[in-house]
């Protein structure tokens, strides 16, 4: 297994104001762009080659990782000028790929954090013969998803979208955005127009009598595309609950990147992460937090499984739980955000003016 085409041109809606300026894999988990992570479990599960799938601010990829050879990776890139879907993004690159029709190719979105066997998922595909090999998990409450069924083999029965009433739902597998195709599949996929895989290449390839396996690997995984869900998935980096090789430190409670400034007395746990050149004032407490390069929380603030973007500032005793503050936003002294508020980047607040706001 050399090959993988990782899925990163979507413009990250859901996670606005984090992804004005950034896209969302590029957006700092425990103290690295997300994007390092996946690419160096890839790397440690032997994958070689990776095409990157470009769209939304496309032009931030290369700069920062070049051709991937730091991480013992060799990179292209290719941007889709108009959106293609998921199956329309794949066959957007497959003239990038380098392997035969019968060979495999891994496939995964670029806002998933899991702890996914990568291995066993080509393994299983090259043991079971199938065309198309997918990484499903088990969710306790899978009405928000795609539900996958199999059979005893593993072997994929249909496609459910989004179950509404307790009958429609027949199996708590989902699709968890992890995939093996034969290259030739790859180039079966319609050129040149949108194709979702979800809704048409599944379906179309087990109409037509496609081998479709299911994997279940139930370890680790999130869908990073809510801010609530990003800061979570950076705390659990921090604390070792989802494995990476490119956390850039040891696993525990902090994650401190160089350059940043944090007082002796300031408290940091949950697995909070302090990008590079921040500064934590005297007397500040951060929990389950991310807080992005340049960013200052001052004298005595209290921050709960919040993300202050870069550059951004918190006033001196200042409360947030489960906010979310732009890039350069100024948030003054003695304010309370709670509940998802988002803060837009550069935005100003005055010193006292929010108390137990609501979304």
């Not at 085409?5 to 996670?15: E, F, S």
């Not at 996946?38 to 700069?63: D, K, N």
């Not at 290449?201 to 809510?226: C, E, I, K, N, R």
């Amino acid at each position: 297994m050399t090959e993988a085409i990782l899925l990163v041109g979507g413009q990250g809606t859901r996670l606005r104001p984090l992804t004005v300026n950034t896209p969302k894999p590029m957006v700092p988990a425990a103290g690295v762009p997300f994007l390092t992570h996946q690419l160096a479990r890839a790397r440690a599960a032997g994958v070689e080659h990776i095409v990157l799938a470009t769209s939304y601010l496309a032009e931030v990829f290369e700069p920062h990782f070049g051709d991937g050879s730091k991480l013992g990776l060799h990179l292209k890139y290719v941007t889709e000028e108009e959106p293609l879907g998921t199956g329309g993004a794949i066959r957007n690159v497959a003239s990038r790929l380098t392997c035969g029709p019968g060979d495999p190719v891994l496939i995964f979105n670029g806002d998933i954090l899991t702890g996914l066997d990568i291995r066993a998922l080509v393994d299983t595909h090259r043991s079971t013969g199938a065309d198309v090999s997918l990484h499903l998990t088990r969710v306790d409450d899978p009405r928000a998803y795609g539900l996958v069924p199999t059979d005893a083999d593993g072997r994929v029965t249909a496609f459910l979208e989004k179950p509404q009433t307790p009958e429609e739902i027949v199996t708590d597998q989902i699709n968890a955005g992890a995939y093996v195709f034969n290259r030739s599949v790859i180039d079966s996929i319609p050129a040149g127009r949108p194709v979702s895989v979800e809704r048409e290449t599944f379906p179309g390839l087990l109409a037509d009598g496609a081998h479709l396996q299911g994997m279940v690997d139930s370890t680790y995984w999130l869908d990073l595309g809510t801010p609530q869900a990003f800061v979570r998935g950076s705390a659990d980096l921090v604390l070792g609950r989802a494995p990476s090789p490119a956390v850039p430190g040891r696993c525990g409670d902090r994650l401190v990147m160089a350059g940043a400034d944090v007082a002796p007395d300031a408290k940091l746990s949950g697995g909070t992460a302090i990008g590079t050149d921040a500064r934590v004032g005297p007397g500040a407490r951060i929990d389950g937090s991310t807080v992005l390069a340049g960013a200052v929380v001052e004298a005595g603030a209290d921050v709960r499984d919040s993300l202050i973007g870069a550059g951004a500032r918190i006033g001196a005793r200042s409360v947030l739980d489960g906010a979310v503050i732009g890039d350069g936003a100024d948030v003054g002294a003695d304010n309370e955000l709670r509940a998802g508020v988002r803060v837009w980047c550069d935005a100003r607040i005055p010193d006292a003016a929010i108390r137990f706001s609501a979304p």
